[in-house]
C-alpha cells in the first residue's frame, strides 16, 4: 500500500522545514496554514513610505542566530541561495561579537524559499484532528478533510491542543500536563515610515530591557537593515505593557508619542499597529519535539518554537526533529 503523504499543519519555519527535510528523507508531506501565505511569524510587511514609495518591514522575527552545527546547515543553504546575510555583531556599543543575521528582502522570503519546494495550501484553516478509521483526519473549516498516518502541528501549542479537542482526540495524561504548561508572550509591533532618515543609531537596532525602556524590547530601522528603500521603523513592546494596552483605544497614539525619539524630527507618513497573540514561548518544553504513536500505529508529533530553545533556530531545529521521528 503506497504511503499516504505526512500532513503538516502549519507554514511557519518549523512545519516549511520539516517538510524540507521529509521530501529530502523520500517522504511526501502536505502542508496546510490559515494565512494567506506561508511564515507565520516570518512576517514582512508593505507599507506606503516616502514620496509613496513602498516602503519593507519585518514586522515578527528581526534578525537570528545560529548557534548549532544543525541549524547552521540550514542557514549555509539560505547563504547560498543569497537569501540572508549578516547584519551585525550585536547591537550597542561594539557590539557582543556574536553574528545577528537578517534577510535580503525581508524575514518572509525564508519562508516563501522553503515552500517553493513543498506541496502547500494557504488559505485553509485546519478545525480538528481526529481519529477516523486507523488513521488521522485534518478536518478545514470548510469541511475539507485530509487523511494520514502522520500528522506534525506546528501552530502554537494552545492552538493545536484546540485541534486535537474539537476532535476529541484524547491524549495521556501526562502529555497533556506538559503540553498544557506551554505559554506565550503577547507582542504588541508597530509600524512606522517616515519623511526622512529615523534617528536610530548603527546598525540599525536597539535592543531594550524593561529598565532601559517601560514600553520598548527592540527598535529596527528597515531602511539600515537594508530590506527597505525608504525610512521604515519596527517597534516592539515588552510582554508586560503589551498585555495591558492589547485592547485599549489609544494604543497606537501612546506607542508612536513613545518612539519620537527614535523618529527624531521626522513627520510619520504612516504607522499600523499589529498584534502577535502568541509571539515568543514563555515556559516551553525542553524535547525537541513531543512525538505520540498509538496502537494502530498512527503518529502525532508537536513541534515548533515552544520546543528546541525558541527563536528561529528552536522553529528549524524542532521542525528537522519532527521529521527524523517520523523518518524513523
Ligand atoms: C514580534 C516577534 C519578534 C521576534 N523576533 C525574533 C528574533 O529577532 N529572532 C528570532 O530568532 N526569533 C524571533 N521571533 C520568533 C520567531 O519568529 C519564531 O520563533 C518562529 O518564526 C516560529 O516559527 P513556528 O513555525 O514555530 O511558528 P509560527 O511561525 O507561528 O507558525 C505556525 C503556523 O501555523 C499556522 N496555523 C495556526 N493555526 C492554524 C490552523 N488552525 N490551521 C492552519 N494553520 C494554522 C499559522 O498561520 C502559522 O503560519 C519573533 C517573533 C515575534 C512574534
Known sequence: METPAVIVIGAGLAGLVAANALADQGRAAVVVDKARAPGGRLATRRLVGLGERTARLDHGAQFFTVRSPDFA???HGWRRAGLVRE????????GDGHPRYCAEAGMNTVAKFLAASVDLTCDATVHSVSRHNGLLRVTMTNGDTLVSDSVILTPPVPQSLALLENGELVLPAGVVDELGAISYARCLALLVTLDGPSSVP????????VDDHPLFSFVGDNEMKGISDVPAVTF???DEPSQRMWDAPDTEALLLAAARPWLGERTVVASELKKWRYARPLVASTATHVGLESGDGTRLVFAGDAFAGAKMEGAALSGLAAAEYLAG
Request: charged letters at 10%; hydrophobic letters at 40%; proline letters at 5%.
Open 87 to 94: 547584519w551585525c555583531l550585536g547591537f550597542g556599543a561594539g
Open 202 to 209: 548603527d546598525p540599525g537596532g536597539v535592543q531594550l530591557g
Open 236 to 238: 516592539h513592546v515588552h
Open 73 to 75: 546547515e540550514v542557514v
